[in-house]
């Protein structure tokens, strides 16, 4: 396949797909739109988890066995803020703080998101475009049994324990899609867009929320297909099950097709799936990334459903 | 000696002493009233250098090898930064990052430095009461044979080369003594108030450079006792002879005491030093403080000094 490819992502199984996808064409014709529903503020700090994991896994520097954050990463910027009675239920690595440090700075200077994550990826020489979903504040919060909580008080310190009722992704409605997200979407040099196998609820519902984006998916030229999160019935990663289960939703891939329909035109299911019928476009493969080359045939695999599908 | 004791101070010297009169009589008698004139802004972060090396000086967690900053110190923040193409001329610690990190979002929040400091102190189980000179900015700034320079610009950036013609302090006129300052001098229960050995035209003078302190030291009660910062002709460390120099003055505890004409009433000046004819009350000591009894030692030395001179 030739051309260039697009593709929404958010999360760490997101970040997998996408360097995977940059091994199995060149990544510089790559352009990844990235949740940024979960950035907050923590002491003072601007954090951006979903476009960090990528700078990370892009740049070869996450730590694959935690899951999260740097490798080799060290840990006395935290110990010292305990030491001071400073918050610490959010976990901060030294290196780790490079990133937040300077966006913080850049952001404080009147930079944009965008730009802030240019430079990162550009230092790092990252090939692969990476665009935030948008330059504006949009902020996931969750309704649960325990109240109205902010995203990462709710997934990390709460560890997703509260039972969830509701997703509202705050100031999505004035929120503008980031320069070139839409162009991205509507190139016609654009032979695929993929969904990442992030979790649609929590990823990349506050991309399709941005006022814009889902009109562009539904009048690109290109097919959209994405990747299903939901491994026989099991999320492979994180709450997706849990969380599909308390919103009284079956833990399938039939469920998934219809949570994007209209915004897909394919879905990559997992080959132990049980059979069932969709109303879209499908393919099977082994969706599970362990392995680099895993995550280069869950790309190809995607991009070959995307062929068949070219409008 | 009982009674409480207020000193004026900043840099590693001044630290020095303030941890041998914090042994010498009850630390909850001392009032370290600390310059704030180095203050800066780095990659957004408020730092607050003299502070913190006091902070670190009384907790016991300054590295006394390097002579600023945390002992057992790493570095990843530093080498992520320099990764990223960010600013590394100012060397920031992964664990010293904690007290920049928390003061700046403190201060962010409206507290004062007075009220950040006392935060921090507590937290690490200082009892020496810690004050900034000022809550309000006061900016030192060099002018130089290269120009007008920043003060950590010229100290660490250019490690003092360029050739210093005047200092300055942005924002005294404006700023006010911070709570506490005024009365730890006038207090009738101080018995004594020490001027440590730290810079005096960097370190001392910004903070009589803020109006109240100097009158008040003038009418205080209690007697003030100058360290000299200089041993025989030289500076014990730092900048202070080759500023000296170029500021057109002859190194040596004469010209100490004339700088701090009006606001001390004597001055304890190294042994080692040659005879002189001094126009205030004086007593020698070996100054130079490398262990912890030295520092104890050179306390009591002012202190019986100061007791000598009781108004």
């Not at 996450?62 to 999260?68: I, L, R």
């Not at 001071?84 to 009147?110: K, S």
């Not at 290109?222 to 997706?240: I, L």
Request: aromatic letters at 4%; a negative charge; proline letters at 6%.
């Amino acid at each position: 396949m030739t051309g260039r490819v697009t593709i929404l992502t958010g999360g760490v199984g997101g970040a997998k797909l996408v360097l995977g996808l940059c091994h199995a064409i060149p990544a510089d014709q790559v352009t990844a739109i990235v949740n940024t529903g979960d950035d907050f503020k923590h002491l003072g700090l601007s954090i951006s988890p979903d476009i960090d994991t990528l700078l990370y896994t892009l740049a070869a520097k996450a730590n694959v066995v935690q899951g999260w954050g740097r490798e080799n990463e060290s840990w006395n910027f935290m110990e010292a803020v305990r030491s001071l009675g400073g918050e610490h239920w959010f976990q901060l690595g030294d290196g780790d703080l490079a990133l937040h440090v300077l966006r913080t700075h850049q952001l404080g200077n009147g930079q944009t998101t965008s730009q802030v994550v240019a430079g990162f990826a550009a230092a790092w020489g990252i090939k692969t475009r990476i665009l935030p979903m948008s330059d504006d504040p949009v902020t996931t919060r969750v309704e649960t049994s325990d109240g109205l909580l902010d995203f990462q008080e709710y997934f990390v310190r709460r560890r997703c324990e509260p039972e969830l009722k509701a997703i509202r992704f705050d100031g999505s409605q004035q929120a503008r899609p980031a320069p070139g997200v839409l162009e991205s979407i509507i190139d016609p040099q654009c032979q695929a867009i993929l969904v990442a196998p992030s979790n649609p609820f929590l990823s990349i519902d506050p991309i399709l929320a941005v006022p814009g984006i889902r009109e562009a998916l539904a009048t690109a030229s290109a097919p959209v297909v994405a990747v299903s999160p939901v491994v026989n019935g099991a999320s492979v990663k994180g709450p997706t099950a849990k969380l599909m289960k308390e919103l009284g939703l079956v833990v399938s891939a039939g469920t998934i097709a219809a949570h994007y329909e209209g915004v897909i035109n394919g879905l990559l299911i997992d080959r132990r799936d049980p059979p069932l019928e969709l109303p879209i476009a499908s393919a099977r493969a082994d969706t599970l990334m362990h392995t680099l080359n895993d995550r280069i045939n869950v790309a190809r695999a995607a991009l070959d459903l995307a062929e068949t599908l070219r409008r």
